[in-house]
């Protein structure tokens, strides 16, 4: 299994490179891979989801919201 890397934008964890980051929305620029996850710096409980999973690779790449936060 591979190390950590770091950049000013994410963290690479694993093998396979996928890539975990944070934003207050789902990724809507660069190249993404499917698993790549975004997680939710602006969630707040029992209205918002903890982030976003890359279900389609791509330029933007498809994402879904995942993770309810609880009340």
Known sequence: MGGLTESNDYLVVGSGDN???FGSA???AGTWKQGDVCFNTGATSGTTKAGWICTVAGTSGTWK???DVAS
């Open 26 to 28: 789902a990724p809507s």
């Open 19 to 21: 890539r975990i980051t």
């Open 65 to 67: 919201a995942f993770g």
